[in-house]
């Protein structure tokens, strides 16, 4: 079997053998000028769709080219089932978040406006590139869903009862937040972080009310909330996800 190529690209069109997709101008400009790759050269596509498949590049001039699909390398695997709730952050924090969030297997990615949010608009395009860039680099084949910012009380008031709710509580007693998930018994999960000024008072008897929500601390120190994001998803995926030995 030849080796898998190292240079991976998200397109959005229909991925099958024997297919051939025309470059947008950037993805042409990337892959003829800035990577310098010669007509014939095999790179990666997917989709989030189709899986993941083998391409030829084939040059149509210094700024166009076509990619000829040869094979797939792997079928579309459905991935963790894993929702990223947060309150949003400024540009550069919000990017490195989303990248690191779909990194480590977050299935949707949803702003949560909160009374004490410092940033209520996000750019959900650039949103949606940086969860691309992520995929492109970490060898994934699924992209997360990503929705418009909604309140956190109409949020929890259209929760889907079979999914658990770990609310990332900066005022819960830090009792071990390993216990507090082995309590829960996964499947359908969803992790909430909220703003560095933390949930109000009411925001928190709200979250605390629901049978679905669990609480968990972060531990004694007070982290930024994007660093926060890394700690809780990786709590989740080591007690509750895919990070646990295959039964």
């Given at each position: 079997m030849s080796e898998v190529p190292s240079i991976r690209l998200y397109v959005d069109a229909a991925l099958a053998e024997g297919a051939v997709i025309e470059c947008d101008r950037a993805q042409a400009n990337y892959l003829l000028n800035v990577l310098r790759l010669n007509e014939g050269r095999e790179i990666a596509?997917?989709?989030?769709?189709?899986?993941?498949?083998?391409?030829?590049?084939?040059?149509?001039?210094?700024?166009?080219?076509?990619?000829?699909?040869?094979?797939?390398?792997?079928?579309?695997?459905?991935?963790?089932?894993?929702?990223?709730?947060?309150?949003?952050l400024k540009k550069a924090r919000l990017d490195y978040m989303v990248q690191k969030a779909v990194e480590l297997g977050a299935s949707r990615l949803t702003p949560v406006l909160?009374?004490?949010?410092?940033?209520?608009?996000?750019?959900?395009?650039?949103?949606?590139?940086?969860?691309?860039?992520?995929?492109?680099?970490?060898?994934?084949?699924?992209?997360?869903?990503?929705?418009?910012?909604?309140?956190l009380v109409d949020l929890i008031g259209e929760w889907d009862k079979n999914r658990s709710l770990v609310f990332c509580n900066e005022k819960h007693e830090i009792s071990g937040p390993v216990a507090d998930l082995e309590g829960l018994q996964g499947g359908k999960m969803a992790v909430l972080i909220g703003p560095e000024g933390g949930f109000s008072p009411q925001e928190a008897l709200l979250l605390q009310s629901q049978e679905f929500v669990t609480s968990i601390s972060l531990g004694p120190r007070i982290m930024r909330a994007d660093t926060a994001a890394v700690a809780a998803l990786s709590l989740v995926n080591a007690v509750l996800g895919d990070w646990r030995p295959a039964d």
């Open positions: 596509l997917f989709n989030g769709r189709d899986g993941e498949w083998r391409a030829r590049v084939e040059r149509q001039g210094r700024k166009s080219a076509l990619l000829s699909l040869v094979a797939q390398l792997r079928p579309q695997e459905a991935g963790p089932d894993l929702h990223y709730l947060f309150a949003p909160t009374e004490y949010c410092q940033v209520e608009r996000v750019n959900l395009e650039r949103m949606r590139a940086n969860a691309i860039e992520a995929a492109e680099q970490c060898g994934l084949i699924s992209l997360p869903l990503i929705d418009s910012p909604v309140k």
